[in-house]
């Protein structure tokens, strides 16, 4: 859950948005070194350091040019084997279908019969005292800790994107079209998320809440809401 006047990321959740933190603290570190050389270089151009009468310097022109293409290499390597997990979905253990409408959503447990409902936000009127304003809903999606989820999305009218920044997720949800992506919660809890595609005139009010669970419990509640 984010807090105010948070300027990182909210706590990972999930092995993917551990991945995509380091990745964020990799990538700063390299951006901070690149930037200290070049305000380094600029400080000996202005003390006049440095031989103003050099007219042709091949090695440096061999360092500038290979360099470059060494940090890029760095950024890369890392990025593209996130890129790779995210999109890897192996034999999951439950699999989530999400159909955004204006403004909510619905859900599908597409491993068990007649398990689906809508979620609409709660209005501040009706919210319980000590719940969050504007991110609570009607039904929350409940899924089992520590097990794959493979989440289906989609939308039946406009774009729409299902997004829960702790669990490192976010997925297009477009009209006509089926895009998955997948997590693991390491932690039990409630996560929180919004759509991230703008709408209509609804769009801030159609929150995401995610409940973590032991396997237990996610049986218990999966067997009362299907019978």
């Known amino acids: 859950m984010a807090n105010h006047s948070q300027l990182g990321?909210?706590?990972a959740s999930s092995p993917i948005m551990?991945?995509?933190v380091e990745f964020h603290d990799h990538a700063l570190m390299v951006a901070l070194a690149i930037c200290s050389l070049v305000l380094y270089l600029l400080a000996l151009m202005l003390t006049e350091k440095l031989s103003?009468?050099?007219?042709?310097a091949q090695e440096i022109e061999l360092i500038w040019t290979i360099l470059p293409a060494i940090v890029l290499i760095l950024l890369a390597l890392p990025s593209l084997q996130i890129l790779y997990m995210m999109d890897e979905i192996d034999e999951p253990d439950l699999t989530l279908k999400a159909i955004g409408h204006q403004w909510y959503w619905s859900y599908e447990y597409t491993d068990f019969k007649d398990l689906t409902f809508d979620a609409y936000m709660i209005p501040t009127m009706d919210l319980p005292l000590?719940?969050?304003?504007?991110?609570?809903?009607?039904h929350r999606i409940?899924?089992?800790m520590e097990s794959l989820i493979?989440?289906?999305?989609?939308?039946d009218d406009v774009l729409h994107s299902w997004a829960i920044p702790t669990l490192g997720v976010k997925t297009d949800a477009i009209p006509g079209r089926l895009n998955q992506?997948?997590?693991?919660?390491t932690r039990p809890g409630?996560?929180?998320?919004?759509?991230?595609?703008?709408?209509?005139a609804n769009h801030s009010f159609m929150p995401i809440v995610v409940e973590s669970t032991p396997l237990t419990y996610f049986e218990n509640w999966s067997s009362m809401l299907s019978s």
Not at 130 to 138: I, S
Not at 150 to 155: L, N
Not at 190 to 200: H, T, V
């Open 142 to 144: 409940v899924i089992p």
């Open 150 to 155: 493979r989440i289906i999305v989609t939308a």
């Open 130 to 138: 000590g719940h969050f304003r504007l991110l609570e809903t009607d």
């Open 18 to 20: 551990e991945e995509l």
């Open 52 to 56: 103003s009468s050099t007219v042709d």
């Open 181 to 185: 992506t997948s997590f693991i919660t």
């Open 9 to 11: 990321f909210q706590d």
């Open 190 to 200: 409630i996560f929180y998320g919004q759509c991230s595609e703008i709408c209509g």
